[in-house]
């Protein structure tokens, strides 16, 4: 089922998983899968690596939730290090699995360097690969937007005139680079609004596991962590045990708030522990997304 269309249903939950490096990680990916599932998501998502197998094994944790799984799946695809040809051998197969619904990214540039550089023949932004994706296949499309903007981009002005060329290209709805003030996420409705973007915007939640580990991602993605937040992980830095129980209780308030703004739906990025998003699911109660119902 196209995505585009369970959202006109109802307000979805969703997931997202990564592949691992080795292909013995993936029976690990597979179980968490598994216990998330118990919690009845609308929705799957499987990221794609920066390069080299961990991109075989997304086509595969991918195919595994459509054929194993009475999930809806969502497949990421970027535009790093592959020509037009290699995307659309990937599309193909894609399609020819059974994949309806797929997320068009750029990527980010690979480690160690600063800017994005296409390879010859490739795309360069992402509107260009939904724009391909849109006029040779069915697929349903979702693009990537960010409530504090991206790190690249100028200002917040033309992060939405980006943001709004997906949309001119066909997404169908937008998910949102992780945030911790529900704040950004609102300033980015208005924005969006007044430029004309008319699509569901999804809020992507990422449960704190550890303050090294949000502080690193946070560094790269360029979003940024409340101050009283900010003060609370330097507290429990020593301890990823607490500051995992201060990441459930923060997310549980953070999605609250965001359920009860009336979102479209919630995607949470899972990092393959579904521990904290079974708990702040548990917490939350949402009709038919709790553990057996
Ligand atoms: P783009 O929309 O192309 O934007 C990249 C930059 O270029 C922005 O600064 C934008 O403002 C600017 N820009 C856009 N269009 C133009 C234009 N026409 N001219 C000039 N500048 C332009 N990364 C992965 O590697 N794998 C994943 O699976 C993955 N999944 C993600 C899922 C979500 C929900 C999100 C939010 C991010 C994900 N990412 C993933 C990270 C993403 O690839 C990076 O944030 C990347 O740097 C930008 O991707 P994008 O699709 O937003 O790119």
Not at 122 to 142: D, M, P, W, Y
Not at 185 to 206: H, Q, S, T
Request: charged letters at 25%.
């Amino acid at each position: 089922m196209k995505i585009r269309d369970l959202l006109k249903e109802k307000r979805t939950i969703s997931c997202e998983f990564f592949p691992p490096r080795e292909a013995d990680g993936i029976p690990n990916v597979l179980r968490v899968i598994d216990r998330v599932k118990a919690y009845q998501p609308d929705f799957a998502s499987v990221t794609y690596g920066a390069g080299g197998s961990t991109r075989a094994f997304t086509e595969e944790i991918t195919m595994y939730i459509k054929r194993e799984t009475d999930l809806e799946v969502m497949a990421h695809l970027t535009c790093v290090a592959q020509t037009r040809e290699e995307i659309q051998s990937v599309l193909e197969r894609l399609d020819q699995n059974g994949i309806e619904n797929i997320i068009a990214l750029r990527g980010d540039p690979p480690q160690g360097q600063t800017d994005f550089v296409p390879v010859a023949g490739g795309f360069e932004h992402a509107t260009s690969l939904i724009k391909h994706i849109r006029q040779n296949f069915q697929f349903g499309v979702a693009g990537a937007c960010y409530p504090e903007g991206h790190v690249e981009s100028r200002d917040l002005i033309q992060d939405i005139e980006y943001a709004k060329r997906k949309v001119d290209q066909g997404v169908d709805f937008l998910v949102t680079q992780l945030f911790y003030d529900n704040d950004h996420f609102y300033a980015f409705l208005d924005r969006a609004a007044k430029a004309g973007i008319n699509v569901p915007v999804l809020p992507g939640v990422l449960p704190i596991l550890s303050t090294a580990q949000i502080r690193r991602f946070t560094g790269l993605c360029g979003a940024t962590i409340p101050p009283e937040l900010d003060r609370q992980l330097d507290q429990y830095a020593d301890d990823d045990n607490a500051v995992r129980e201060l990441g459930i209780e923060y997310a549980t308030k953070q999605v609250r708030e965001l359920w009860d703004s009336g979102v479209p739906g919630v995607h949470f990025y899972v990092l393959n522990r579904s521990y904290s998003v079974s708990k702040i699911l548990d917490n939350l109660g949402i009709e038919g997304h709790t553990a057996g119902t």
